[in-house]
């Protein structure tokens, strides 16, 4: 059977880069004892998907990896307790937050569902940008194309993220985004902010920020329009039903959601719960 | 949240950042108001290799075990942080604390190979002690240890005290002693003077050293009475009880050149081949009992999570209960997708039976280390490896299904031939001819694939060739050069790849091995003129070094390629290492005669490590 788990990564850990936290928690797995499926083979590896990778030194409160358990016929697993085992081999500001069933036949794995994700971008304490930054975001989302450079494989190309940037907004003293994160339109929040600091005309070395990273989507639209649906919502548990029925802030009746990790999400000023240390 | 010693940006700005924020499962946090002693434990090398250091992790656990010290960890940092440092003034800092080794009570450097010892004072530089311990007033107590400690006389000027031996021993008194002298108000040189008391502690600040005119060591003395004439390495005799067997190893973010759990299984070699140090210095033979390795395999592997387990040895097919360990791994953990990694086995049947159980033949290669191409010169340094089971060992793999050969080999061994180098492409091309021979056509995987690589031979102390002559560059580079003719002259040269060993660095790791105090000096100049991470191809600079010794006035060849006479004083000789004098110069002499040695299973051959009355020798007596 397969669960998808979400995690924090806060601190400290944001410079644990993508894949040396793919292996963090495959060794966190065997700690914990879960009962992991493995590939054939010579060199039999755990069978697991990450959704979305984290740029080094970006804050997450919201990271999804699918993982494949093997499960026995006539005992049931428990996710509640498997959840518990995890997050006992954890580090410090590394979190298991929920662990869900996926359904079977929705085979769509977590990386291939990512269609979009939140950030809260904080200025460094003496480094916010000047002015009236939500007058000039108003400007900045008024643009019809906002052009980047990317650098590909195939070195420099021209994007507009114009298109890309479903929400923005200032929050207490941060400011929070929705941006398309699938795989042909992934759009990075440095870029977006070096971006928008450049179109308020402010210089980008005099300006500092960190990035938390708050949830991940799946979108559930008809193409038209969008339905972000977070994925944990899309397993079988009691977290589906509680998003559909009581809207997105209700993420604590996840199985296994600690009272301590709870963190409303319009508490205006403590957006997130990453912590914002002065450098 | 812990708080990191390095800002967001340094950090961001630097390859592989995680090398230095700490927090990894198992590392050992302590409330620093609650212990007396703090010390820093250091590898000199980048945070992947100086993670994958047994010794180094035995230490941690070892001393993190008493509830009044609490051990961290701090290693080189690399080059790209290591100028953000300078630029910017910033302090190195221990790994679980963040905070800075200048107030640390002991700062202990590990040295595994004489190609850190650059490393090693730029972790002193960077973290705001002075080099030389002469200057020292303050600071932490600055030690040295690790395989190159048994030569400590090249790095003697910048560390108060060198750990002579295995950790497990005198550590715990050493910490009573600077504990005892803390509460008496001592000062440090009291504190040092103690130290040299207790067994296995070397204060180089104590002893003097006086030269002849022809440069040699006029005499080595201390400059007290108290002070003991011999330093005697130490080692635990007991492995059951004394072995500080590991629980939970730190487990690393970022991939350790040794991603894995490394087991050890036995200390020492009874082997005796005459160019091995480890196999001279680590004597007598010591296994641990096998139940507690099974229960230690079970405890790390949970502990940790790894999906490997690498046995560790000197040569793991003499550790008697091998076949019921790696039979144990097998049903035990392969089941568990974990990995079994067997390296330093002699190819036999049970190898090859074992081997095929744990890896895919088709993906590995088969490893035999010949050392020398000819079997006059293979008995010259005793190496017991005789062609008939190198070419029976091939032939059992091949029909096993290998059919990658891996064979390492030394050039500029004492009394090297012509032939011998000859013999190297030889014996390569009898492995091919062995496998054409021996597998018919349609059985055949492709080409039979040899890779031949050679090092060149460096001459360490505490071996029988301790006294020999080393070769220059130039002679190394002709050595190759035979070598690469004759395997290009083979009638199955296609199947065979040579590759040698770069000989610069070769020449200084000779330099260094067998130095007296007097390289210091050129040690110091050469970090200063930018020598760092000398153990890296890519960082590894020989100019640098041949200019310090130029400005230092140190002639290479001194130290490289003169031949010792036996009565010469050789600046490790104050060390009682267990191994005798006379039993090395027999056995040099041995060399000279073509004349084998038993292994000490088979028969003692009076090396002096008996008188540690433990392991081998003493097995089947009690």
Not at chain 1, 16 to 32: C, E, N, P, S, W
Not at chain 1, 261 to 278: K, R
Request: with cysteine.
């Amino acid at each position: 059977m397969k669960v998808r788990i979400k995690f924090s990564k806060v601190g400290p850990m944001k410079f644990v880069g993508h894949l040396d936290t793919m292996r963090y928690f495959q060794k966190a797995i065997r700690r914990a004892g879960l009962p992991a499926a493995f590939s054939g083979g010579f060199s039999p590896h755990m069978i697991m998907s990450f959704a979305s990778p984290l740029g080094v030194g970006i804050e997450s409160l919201g990271e999804y990896f699918d993982l494949e358990l093997a499960e026995e016929e006539n005992s049931p697993l428990d996710l509640y307790a498997l959840r518990e085992r995890l997050q006992a081999a954890m580090v410090e500001d590394i979190n298991v937050l929920a662990m869900v069933r996926i359904p079977e036949g929705k085979a769509q794995n977590a990386m291939s569902l990512v269609a979009a994700a939140d950030y809260e971008i904080r200025f460094r304490p003496g480094r916010a940008m000047k002015g009236d930054i939500s007058g000039k975001m108003g400007a900045f989302l008024k643009e019809k194309e906002i052009w980047i450079t990317k650098e590909g494989k195939n070195g420099e190309r021209q994007v507009d993220i114009r298109p890309y940037i479903y929400e923005m907004e200032e929050r207490g003293e941060a400011i929070f985004c929705r941006l398309a994160s699938a795989s042909g339109n992934y759009t990075r929040p440095e870029d977006m902010m070096r971006s928008f600091i450049r179109f308020a005309g402010q210089d980008g070395e005099d300006v500092s920020f960190t990035i938390c990273r708050l949830e991940v989507y799946a979108d559930r639209g008809d193409g038209e329009t969008h339905d972000f649906v977070p994925l944990y919502a899309l397993g079988e548990d009691e977290g589906v039903k509680a998003y559909r029925e009581e809207g997105r802030e209700e993420t604590s009746v996840l199985p296994g959601h600690k009272s301590e990790n709870e963190e409303p999400e319009d508490n205006a000023g403590a957006l997130s719960g990453c912590e914002d240390e002065a450098l | 949240m812990r708080k990191l010693a390095l800002s967001d940006d340094v950090l961001l700005s630097v390859d592989k950042a995680a090398r230095y924020i700490g927090g990894e499962v198992n590392a050992i946090v302590k409330d620093k108001d609650s212990v007396d002693i703090r010390f820093a434990m250091c590898f000199p090398d980048v945070y992947e290799i100086g993670m994958s250091n047994l010794g180094l992790m035995i230490l941690y656990d070892l001393f993190n075990q008493r509830p009044d010290v609490w051990c961290e960890r701090v290693f080189s940092p690399w080059t790209d942080l290591d100028s953000v440092m300078r630029r910017e003034g910033l302090r190195l800092f221990a790994l679980e604390s963040q905070e800075p080794i200048r107030d640390f009570d002991f700062l202990g450097i590990s040295m595994g190979y004489e190609m850190c010892y650059t490393n090693a004072l730029q972790v002193l530089d960077l973290s705001g002690i002075p080099l030389k311990a002469s200057e020292r007033t303050e600071g932490p107590i600055v030690i040295g240890g690790g395989t190159c400690a048994y030569n400590p006389e090249p790095m003697a000027d910048f560390f108060d005290l060198f750990y002579i031996g295995e950790g497990e021993t005198s550590y715990d008194a050493l910490f009573d002693a600077y504990k005892e002298n803390k509460k008496n108000g001592g000062s440090r040189a009291d504190f040092l003077r103690k130290a040299a008391h207790i067994p296995g502690i070397y204060v180089p600040s104590l002893y003097q050293v006086s030269y002849k005119e022809d440069g040699t060591i006029a005499s080595f003395t201390p400059l007290y009475e108290d002070v003991p004439q011999k330093v005697a390495r130490q080692l635990v005799l007991d492995m059951d009880k004394s072995y500080h067997r590991i629980k939970a190893p730190v487990v690393p973010f970022i991939k350790a050149t040794q991603d894995r759990v490394t087991l050890e299984i036995m200390r020492g070699c009874i082997r005796g081949c005459r160019f091995c140090q480890a196999g001279m210095l680590y004597r007598p033979t010591r296994e641990r009992p096998v139940e507690e390795l099974k229960e230690s395999a079970r405890e790390m592997l949970d502990g940790t999570g790894h999906e490997e387990i690498s046995l560790s040895s000197l040569s793991s097919s003499d550790y008697r209960d091998l076949p019921e360990l790696v039979n144990f791994l097998i049903d035990e953990f392969k089941g568990k997708a974990v990995n079994i990694s067997l390296p330093s086995l002699r190819i036999d049947a049970f190898a090859l039976d074992v081997m095929s159980k744990v890896q895919d033949v088709r993906k590995s290669s088969l490893t035999f280390a010949p050392e020398a191409g000819s079997q006059r010169l293979r008995d010259v340094i005793n190496k017991g490896l005789t062609e008939e089971v190198i070419l029976k060992g091939a032939a059992d793999a091949f029909h096993g299904g290998w059919n990658r050969v891996k064979l390492y080999f030394m050039l500029g061994l004492p009394t090297e031939t012509e032939e011998d180098m000859k013999g190297i492409a030889h014996l390569a091309e009898k492995i091919a001819e062995t496998y054409y021979d021996e597998i018919p056509k349609e059985q055949r995987h492709g080409k039979v694939q040899i890779t031949v690589s050679t090092s060149f031979f460096v001459p360490k102390p505490f071996t029988p060739f301790q006294w020999v002559g080393m070769g220059t560059e130039e002679a190394f580079i002709e050595k190759a050069k035979v070598v690469k003719a004759e395997v290009r002259a083979m009638l199955n040269q296609k199947s065979i790849r040579y590759n040698w060993h770069e000989p610069d660095v070769t020449v200084l790791e000779g330099f260094l091995a067998r130095g007296d105090r007097r390289c210091g000096a050129v040690i110091q100049k050469a970090y200063e003129m930018g020598a760092l991470y000398d153990a890296w191809t890519e960082s590894f600079h020989m100019d640098i070094w041949k200019k310090a010794m130029e400005e230092a006035g140190t002639d290479l060849d001194f130290y490289t390629t003169r031949e010792r006479s036996f009565d010469e004083i050789l600046p490790w000789d104050f060390i009682d290492a267990g191994v005798t004098r006379s039993f090395l110069w027999r056995e040099w002499q041995n060399a000279l005669k073509e004349t084998v040695t038993p292994n000490c299973r088979q028969a003692c051959s009076g090396c002096g490590a008996l008188a540690y009355g433990g392991g081998v020798c003493v097995e089947g007596k009690d």
